[in-house]
């Protein structure tokens, strides 16, 4: 079966530091990736996906910047961290070649806190 | 454009009674529908889709979905609460067109002893 592990749980970062969030996918092949924050715990916004190694769409223009430099392996990154970074991170996978009717799948978060 | 309503922000509901949350969709082609859940400090988890045939879906946990393609809608049912359903309740949209996508902005169960 296929699982999803994202890491940290929760991280503390000043303002100004760099970051890294790391999520792997097992059990499957060439999924689709995708970054999620949530602010306030509500809304989701996509902040970037990936349909294959090296592919990243970027749907909000930040702070942030993604990379997959495995096939499921996907990483969020920021050289320099804001106050207005701070929230819930989500990671997301679903079946490869864009399947309209597969669900996507979720790990179970980064809770990032801005000081 | 495509888009999702939950036009409820909160819903309450007594143990034992049937729930709804309520979901609309507006998209361009056939609509591919889904439910998750989130339960604090968690990811979401997927509950149910509706892609094609019979209106009424079953998923996880005892729930269940009617679309309804004249109201443009898909609300999530369940015949009787349990405290244990309280959570956080997404609807989602695609349709033929993308392959993301588009997010409710969740309804809050809570399910009263």
């Known amino acids: 079966s296929q699982t999803i592990h994202q890491w940290p749980a929760t991280l503390v970062q000043p303002v100004g530091s760099p970051l890294s969030l790391e999520c792997t996918v097992e059990?499957?092949?060439?999924?689709?990736l995708y970054w999620y924050r949530q602010a306030a715990g509500r809304g989701l916004q996509l902040l970037f996906y990936?349909?294959?190694?090296?592919?990243i769409s970027s749907e909000v223009p930040q702070n942030l910047s993604a990379s997959r430099p495995q096939d499921r392996q996907f990483i969020l990154s920021s050289k320099k961290l804001l106050l207005s970074d701070s929230g819930f991170y989500l990671c997301?996978?679903?079946?490869?070649?864009?399947?309209?009717?597969?669900?996507?799948?979720f790990g179970d978060g980064t809770r990032l806190s801005i000081l | 454009a495509q888009s999702v309503a939950q036009p409820e922000d909160q819903v309450n509901v007594a143990e034992g009674n049937p729930l709804t949350v309520k979901c609309t969709y507006s998209?361009?082609?056939?609509?591919?529908l889904f439910w998750y859940v989130q339960y604090p400090n968690r990811g979401l988890q997927f509950l149910l889709k509706?892609?094609?045939?019979d209106n009424l879906v079953k998923g996880s946990y005892g729930f269940e979905a009617e679309f309804n393609k004249s109201q443009t809608s898909f609300h999530l049912k369940k015949p009787s609460a349990l405290v244990s359903d309280s959570a956080l309740y997404f609807c989602?949209?695609?349709?033929?067109?993308?392959?993301?996508?588009?997010w409710g902005a969740g309804t809050k169960l809570i399910i009263k002893p």
């Open positions: 997301a996978w679903s079946g490869p070649g864009g399947g309209r009717n597969q669900p996507q799948h």
């Open positions: 059990g499957t092949s060439n999924p689709n």
């Open positions: 990936s349909v294959g190694i090296g592919q």
């Open positions: 998209v361009s082609g056939n609509p591919y």
């Open positions: 509706y892609i094609t045939g």
């Open positions: 989602a949209v695609r349709d033929d067109s993308n392959y993301q996508l588009i």
